[in-house]
């Protein structure tokens, strides 16, 4: 097993590069899609760098909102928290507490790239299941979220229905101006190749894939390098978490202090199509608030570094 990485490669898209206006930014194959959130944004760089509320998990999603902008970041994912079901959006939040989340995060200026929803009740039927995916897309959309991340489901049973719920609110979500991906997670979909076939059953350009390296290392006990992982999602990656590893078995770690070459998989991932969207932190070395809000610094200032690399 290699030991921890720094950036000593090459193959990046130079800081320079820039893409359209947000209200242009929308997939085609190889990143992810928001046709309308942040219209009057104006020009982006190819990989918009942020953080997920998750290090702050222990708190509720204010304390997380204030350090990621603290930390120097303009973009964030709502993740997990302190609260209802320990996500800041679920198939259970309110149009009203929607609407808070969503001016909570303007009077920050931030712009939501990124949200984790949770699970979706196809356990009951597919359709409660897009009923409650549906509210989740209503929830994110209040937000201006530019894409609904999934977690898949690891029941075999319930594959088909999670999945066809998924590609019956495509659309929904797209007219919302928002793409939805799945991303390695375990169970039947903790690979790349898991996460393509997913992809394929959908079979909808609004939904693809969200790259995490460290979960491809974790869910495979450090045996499958997500180096070697990575192009089989050519083509579907909408964005990454950016997530690192140490054996065995441990992801709380700060981005670029473990086993993860983020500057090789970036170049797979690029090589294969993934030229803009969103690459967002979810994990840190915990500690107390001053801690977390410093290694958020430091990995800004690392996926900084390496998204400005030629």
């Known amino acids: 097993m290699d030991g921890p990485r720094h950036l000593t490669r090459r193959g990046f898209l130079n800081e320079s590069m820039k893409v359209g206006a947000l209200s242009a930014l ?40 204030d350090a990621i902008v603290e930390a ?36 920050r200026h931030l712009k939501v790239v990124s949200v ?19 509210r989740i897309i209503d929830g994110c959309a209040a937000c201006g979220t530019m894409n609904l991340l999934m977690g898949g489901i690891g029941n075999e049973k319930l594959y088909e229905p999670y999945y066809k719920a998924i590609a019956e609110c495509c659309d929904y979500a797209a007219a919302k101006g928002m793409g939805i991906s799945v991303k390695p997670h375990g169970g039947l979909n903790a690979t790349g190749p898991q996460c393509r076939k997913t992809v394929e059953f959908v079979g909808h350009k609004n939904f693809g894939v969200w790259y995490d390296p460290g979960n491809i290392f974790f869910y495979s006990n450090g045996e499958l390098n997500p180096i070697d992982d990575a ?42 199509g993934f030229k803009k969207g969103a690459l967002v932190v ?13 290694e958020a610094k430091k990995t800004r200032q690392f996926l900084e570094k390496l998204r400005g690399r030629a």
């Open 231 to 272: 192009p089989s999602v050519n083509g579907m990656v909408m964005g990454m978490c950016v997530k690192d590893y140490q054996h065995p078995k441990k992801v709380d770690v700060t981005p670029g202090t473990g086993q993860v070459d983020f500057p090789a998989v970036l170049a797979r991932l690029q090589a294969g």
């Open 72 to 107: 120097g970041y303009q973009y964030a994912g709502l993740m997990t928290t302190k609260g209802k079901n320990n996500l800041v959006i679920s198939v259970d939040t309110t149009p009203e507490e929607a609407a808070q989340i969503a001016e909570e995060v303007k009077k």
């Open 282 to 294: 979810e994990c840190l070395t915990p500690g107390d608030l001053a801690h977390t809000l410093a």
């Open 26 to 65: 929308a997939w085609t194959g190889s990143s992810l899609a928001s046709p309308r959130a942040n219209a009057s944004a104006g020009p982006a760089p190819a990989y918009m760098i942020g953080c997920y509320t998750r290090p702050w998990a222990q708190y509720e999603y204010r304390v997380a909102l």
């Open 116 to 134: 984790y929803g949770g699970g979706i009740p196809v356990a009951k039927s597919l359709e409660a299941g897009i009923a409650g995916l549906k």
